[in-house]
């Protein structure tokens, strides 16, 4: 069985940092492609950062570019979100995503979800 678990989300005040960790069990780590997707209240889900099986190409939205390091050990079967500069709009629940094969950005096109961690900003 496939999980996803999500940790590291909580309450910061804005320019701050938070780093989000995602541990991966019931897979094999190195066949799956890895994304971090966000979704406000009231809003659709978007993607915000995704990572290659072998951790060499990744894509960030516009919005984080600069802001947030997406990353993944093998060894732990985990991936990070670094986030630094932390704005009142990056405000919403994370989720963590698998992807086998190749990484993409529509969340429609990912297998596995974990089940979220809030992350609020705090003007």
């Known amino acids: 069985q496939v999980q996803l678990v999500e940790s590291g989300g909580g309450l910061v005040q804005a320019g701050g940092s938070l780093r989000l960790s995602c541990a991966a069990s019931?897979?094999?780590?190195?066949?799956?492609?890895m994304g971090w997707f966000r979704q406000a209240p009231d809003k659709e889900r978007e993607s915000v950062a995704t990572?290659?099986?072998?951790?060499?190409?990744?894509y960030y939205r516009d919005s984080v570019r600069g802001r947030f390091t997406i990353s993944r050990d093998s060894a732990k079967n985990t991936v990070y979100l670094q986030m630094h500069s932390l704005k009142p709009e990056d405000t919403a629940v994370y989720y963590c995503?698998?992807?086998?094969?190749?990484?993409?950005?529509?969340?429609?096109?990912?297998?596995?979800w974990g089940q979220g961690t809030q992350v609020t900003v705090s003007s």
């Open positions: 990572i290659g099986r072998l951790g060499v190409s990744t």
């Open positions: 995503a698998a992807k086998s094969g190749t990484a993409n950005v529509p969340a429609s096109s990912y297998d596995y």
């Open positions: 019931g897979l094999t780590f190195s066949r799956y492609a």
